[in-house]
């Protein structure tokens, strides 16, 4: 049986002022029941959160220069902050990434194969971009991969089709709260 983690993407103030069409309690309140899941499940809970230094050292080149959506996600900025639906505990596990995946130049990977997880189940935003690249390089690393659909959305595509996308490319499999719930029942004192 695969050894899983629950990694959740971006779920930070700015896309959701980014992206006004989301709402943020709904989506907010959705993620924290899968990391609740988790949780009680023992399912380790990976935060991937994009920060970046307000003196743009470690902004992508081509957003170096002029206004850029990197100046919302500097580190202490108030739109960097993980929405205040999710509280992120002491046994979570906090990577900062500062490109669209959450594996690149990251100890993600580190940290997953340290705790012996072959599978990740993905929630967050935005599932068109910043899920979809971290659920490639899952792949591209041996994991296999599991969207929660009721934690995910997307931005510049419909949801549906993110899904569709990653079904087909990587084969993502897509499982709605129910089967997360079923797959991830709390241990008990005795087993």
């Known amino acids: 049986m695969k050894k899983s983690a629950l990694v959740v993407v971006d779920m930070q103030e700015f896309f959701f002022v980014e992206n006004p069409n989301i709402d943020r309690l709904d989506l907010g309140k959705r993620c924290n029941e899968i990391i609740d899941i988790a949780r009680q499940a023992d399912v380790p809970v990976v935060h991937v959160v994009t920060l970046y230094r307000e003196d743009r050292v470690d902004w992508p080149t081509a957003w170096s220069t002029g206004d850029s959506w990197c100046a919302n996600l500097v580190r202490g900025g108030e739109l960097a902050q993980v929405v205040d639906q999710l509280s992120i505990e002491p046994d979570d596990f906090v990577v900062e990434k500062k490109r669209f995946s959450a594996f690149y130049n990251t100890n993600l990977d580190d940290i997953l194969r340290s705790l012996d997880c072959d599978h990740i189940y993905l929630i967050g935003y935005s599932a068109?971009?910043?899920?979809?690249?971290?659920?490639?390089?899952?792949?591209?690393?041996?994991?296999?991969?599991?969207?929660?659909?009721?934690?995910?959305?997307?931005f510049r595509e419909a949801k549906d089709a993110?899904?569709?996308?990653?079904?087909?490319?990587?084969?993502?499999?897509?499982?709605?709260?129910s089967e997360f719930?079923?797959?991830?029942?709390?241990?008990?004192?005795?087993g």
């Open 162 to 177: 993110s899904v569709t996308y990653l079904g087909w490319l990587v084969d993502a499999e897509c499982v709605p709260l």
């Open 181 to 190: 719930r079923t797959r991830n029942q709390p241990k008990t004192a005795s």
């Open 128 to 154: 068109d971009v910043c899920v979809r690249f971290s659920a490639v390089d899952a792949y591209n690393r041996g994991y296999a991969v599991s969207l929660v659909y009721d934690g995910i959305e997307s």
